[in-house]
């Protein structure tokens, strides 16, 4: 019972979401979850993400409640709200480590900063401030937001920071270890 048509807009989405959170919170307590886990992740590890449904950060690396810090946004994107939240993951709650998930299929790959913002003008009748950061690789994107959060004064307790992009269709992860242009642009070896 997840898809919207099946939630029955009538009553409400949301109201149907707190109906469910309620009974979440029942069998917690009959379970005997009375406290609360500690605000510090169990795994020390920060993950950035894009806000795309098809993610389920959870499922992926088996996380269960307390695991990871999880921040997501549209497109993953190293924002300068991102890097203050790992600050704080870091600096109050000890994480050590940041994994970064861009994927494929990304609606972030076929807008544009100044499009959307035209967009969002003429039908609002107010133009962003913000910038988008829209962008047209997910692999170029995960290089250069890993660089930035490496080279980050404020995240400089980090031990590990890593970027994937995932693959929405087969569930697997490609790590990237260089900047896709540079990769593209290394000479071949010859084999014997």
Do not use: K
């Not at 605000?39 to 959870?58: F, Y």
Request: charged fraction near 20%; glycine fraction near 8%.
């Amino acid at each position: 019972m997840s898809a919207p048509e099946e939630l029955g807009h009538a009553q409400g989405t949301t109201d149907i979401l707190l109906a469910r959170a309620a009974s979440f919170a029942a069998r917690r307590r009959v379970a005997g979850g009375g406290s609360a886990r500690p605000a510090s992740p169990a795994t020390g590890v920060a993950i950035v993400a894009c806000m795309d449904a098809r993610i389920n950060l959870e499922a992926i690396f088996g996380l269960a409640e307390g695991d990871a810090h999880i921040l997501r946004n549209a497109g993953g994107v190293v924002t300068e709200d991102i890097e203050r939240s790992l600050a704080v993951s870091q600096h109050a709650l000890g994480t050590t480590e940041i994994i970064l998930i861009h994927h494929t299929r990304c609606g972030m790959e076929t807008l544009t900063d100044d499009g959307f913002r035209a967009s969002l003008a003429e039908r609002t009748g107010v133009r962003p401030t913000w910038r988008l950061q829209s962008f047209t690789s997910a692999a170029e994107d995960v290089w250069r937001s890993v660089t930035a959060l490496r080279s980050s004064p404020f995240l400089r307790a980090s031990a590990s920071v890593r970027g994937f992009v995932y693959d929405v269709e087969t569930g697997e992860l490609d790590e990237i270890t260089e900047s896709p242009q540079s990769a593209a642009s290394a000479p071949t070896q010859a084999t014997a």
